[in-house]
């Protein structure tokens, strides 16, 4: 199946009016360990590869995971912004539970730490002997907080501790666990993708977690001049060149730029399955691709030029379908029918308890404290899939936001901190770009999923709706 096909055919199920049930399992799956990679990329949008609907972007290799794995249609980042996301990914817990809910900054380096009482993914894999590995941004703990990556379950850490200094491709240093790696000019995502697929060879005869957490697309957009940007050169016309602000650098070229961003990190990914091939493990991997939320606009950004056909409305930091909604391609070489597309509604606080069910693990790791359910049943097409009741969010920024999604249905409430929130709902089946607003239609249905964002938060006193975050 070409990737043109493909998108026909995922637009054509994009939303259907039942959601289809998969599969199941009480406990373990496998009895061979297998090793499992999880690529979180960083603001990338949901139509941003060609899989998904992008008709300008090349992404040959991650087309071909979706036509020999399984892709999701109705995944959904943890938060709108990268570390709450990052931190219910790591806990599973969502962001009504999680320690941290939005991008609190610390100077001079680095985020509000991640919970030492709670256990991570890295925890989850390191306590049940595998060999764990960080490769990217981090952005839950500045350093000496005790929350850094390697204080959380991972035994090998290279990259950005600090998600501010994560804006700069080429800084004057990365972290190589807790030593500072200065750079000298070297473009900081080669080196971590080195870094990574290092760290594949060095395990290729043990059980690994590799957490693969490449800054590309975010801002800023600039690469080396090789012949991927050469791809795009003069492709697209461009209005607005973008000059340094001093927290991004200049492109005269931004749609150029993220372009070959895209297609960068494609092509990392295509560098990663050959190596797990050339080491004889891709069959005894399982690899998860993904994004943290939805696209940015920042740096000289342009996502609306490149959303084709305006699929989601809403950009990083909404709480609308396009800040959320994110591909997630699962790729398994013999484990999955090949191009089989999944429906259900699932996040990124599902993928703890769905490592907990892979691994077979005891009571202890299911814990009460996660909010997530196993999609392992779907991955592996076993029984009966568990479905959610409810997804919840809750956002800090710009006056405060929460969303519900229950089935068809989503609320979404609006300037909390004012006093006087407002209140959208929408059909999500019927109107998938949130246009109609049918709160006033339905003030029973909005009164049972406000009754739930109220019941899912809870109080925090570093984050109450009123303190807006500094990036």
């Keep these: 199946m070409n990737s043109k096909c493909f998108l026909y055919l995922f637009g054509s199920l994009l939303f259907p009016s039942s959601l289809c049930k998969a599969q199941v399992k009480?406990?373990?799956?496998?009895?061979?360990?297998?090793n499992v990679i999880y690529l979180l990329c960083d603001d990338m949008g949901y139509s941003d590869i060609e899989a998904y609907g992008q008709q300008m972007i090349s992404t040959p290799n991650l087309t071909r995971l979706v036509q020999q794995g399984m892709s999701f249609t109705q995944f959904y980042a943890s938060a709108a912004v990268s570390a709450p996301s990052r931190a219910s990914l790591m806990t599973g817990q969502h962001t009504g539970h999680t320690k941290i809910r939005g991008n609190r900054e610390i100077q001079p380096e680095g985020q509000e730490p991640l919970d030492p009482k709670v256990k991570t993914l890295g925890n989850l894999f390191q306590e049940n002997g595998y060999v764990t590995g960080c490769f990217g941004k981090w952005g839950m703990g500045y350093p000496?907080?005790?929350?850094?990556?390697?204080?959380?379950?991972?035994?090998?850490?290279?990259?950005?501790?600090?998600?501010?200094?994560?804006?700069?491709y080429y800084p004057d240093y990365l972290w190589n666990n807790k030593t500072k790696e200065y750079q000298e000019g070297r473009y900081s995502q080669d080196a971590i993708h080195e870094h990574a697929l290092k760290f594949i060879r060095d395990n290729?005869?043990?059980a690994f977690f590799g957490y693969f957490t490449y800054t590309i697309p975010h801002a800023e957009l600039t690469q080396p001049q090789d012949s991927i940007v050469e791809m795009y050169r003069?492709?697209?016309y461009e209005p607005k060149p973008f000059y340094s602000d001093g927290d991004y650098g200049t492109a005269l070229n931004?749609?150029?730029?993220?372009?070959?961003?895209?297609?960068?990190?494609?092509?990392?990914?295509?560098q990663i399955i050959k190596e797990l091939e050339r080491q004889g493990i891709a069959d005894r991997t399982l690899f998860i691709f993904t994004s943290d939320n939805g696209p940015h606009q920042e740096g000289g950004a342009d996502p609306y030029f490149f959303n084709t056909e305006a699929r989601l409305k809403g950009?990083?930091?909404?709480?609308?379908?396009?800040?959320?909604?994110?591909?997630?391609?699962?790729?398994?070489?013999?484990?999955?029918?090949?191009?089989?597309?999944?429906?259900?509604?699932?996040?990124?606080?599902?993928?703890m308890p769905t490592f907990v069910d892979l691994l077979g693990v005891d009571s202890n790791w299911r814990a009460e404290t996660m909010d997530g359910i196993s999609i392992l049943p779907t991955l592996l097409s076993r029984g009966e899939q568990p479905l959610h009741e409810f997804l919840y969010w809750e956002f800090h920024e710009e006056g405060g936001r929460q969303?519900?999604?229950?089935?068809?249905?989503?609320?979404?409430?609006?300037?909390?901190?004012?006093?006087?929130?407002?209140?959208?709902?929408?059909?999500?089946?019927?109107?998938?770009?949130?246009d109609n607003n049918i709160a006033?239609?339905?003030?029973?249905?909005?009164?049972?999923?406000?009754?739930?964002?109220?019941?899912?938060?809870?109080?925090?006193?570093?984050f109450n709706f009123g303190i807006d975050a500094d990036i």
């Design 403 to 434: 969303a519900v999604r229950a089935g068809d249905w989503k609320l979404i409430r609006q300037q909390i901190s004012s006093g006087n929130p407002t209140h959208e709902l929408y059909n999500i089946a019927e109107d998938p770009h949130e």
């Design 254 to 270: 931004p749609r150029t730029q993220f372009a070959a961003m895209i297609t960068r990190l494609d092509t990392y990914v295509g």
């Design 204 to 206: 290729k005869d043990k």
């Design 144 to 168: 000496g907080s005790g929350g850094e990556a390697n204080d959380m379950g991972f035994d090998v850490f290279y990259g950005y501790n600090c998600q501010r200094k994560a804006h700069k």
């Design 234 to 236: 003069n492709k697209f």
């Design 315 to 351: 950009l990083k930091r909404a709480l609308y379908e396009g800040g959320m909604r994110v591909p997630y391609i699962a790729y398994w070489p013999g484990k999955f029918q090949p191009g089989s597309i999944s429906h259900i509604q699932a996040a990124g606080w599902d993928m």
């Design 26 to 34: 009480d406990a373990v799956a496998t009895t061979d360990r297998p």
């Design 440 to 462: 006033a239609q339905y003030p029973e249905k909005v009164e049972e999923l406000k009754a739930i964002m109220d019941r899912e938060h809870e109080p925090s006193s570093l």
